[in-house]
């Protein structure tokens, strides 16, 4: 079991920027592949940037590429996002999750944190 908690969400305006930070429960982060997903009113949830258990490779969707970064902290249990240049298109609840050791699927999932980006 991996709990999970986000923080440093908030309100920006365009062109500014925020780190959001995940902070995991328990001895066995380190062997998880985390992401970040959003989700916007009225909208699916979104994936937006993964990292591998190591933190050696990254992925992240098309719309954040080049303004946003992904990393993590096996340590200190916690993975962290880097939005620059936030646009008001990028206004959602921000979900970290943890992805299972067996599939693909993402199991473990945080309440979120509400970015908001104002133009």
């Known amino acids: 079991q991996v709990q999970l908690v986000e923080s440093g969400g908030g309100l920006v305006q365009a062109g500014g920027s925020l780190r959001l930070s995940c902070a995991a429960s328990?001895?066995?982060?380190?062997?998880?592949?985390m992401g970040w997903f959003r989700q916007a009113p009225g909208k699916e949830r979104e994936f937006v940037a993964a990292?591998?258990?190591?933190?050696?490779?990254?992925d992240y969707a098309d719309s954040v590429k080049g303004r946003f970064t992904i990393s993590r902290d096996n340590a200190k249990n916690t993975v962290y996002l880097q939005m620059n240049s936030l646009k008001p298109e990028d206004t959602a609840v921000y979900l970290c999750?943890?992805?299972?050791?067996?599939?693909?699927?993402?199991?473990?999932w945080g309440q979120g944190t509400q970015v908001t980006v104002s133009s």
């Open positions: 990292i591998t258990r190591s933190g050696a490779n990254t």
């Open positions: 999750a943890a992805q299972s050791l067996v599939t693909v699927d993402y199991i473990y």
């Open positions: 328990g001895r066995t982060f380190s062997r998880y592949k």
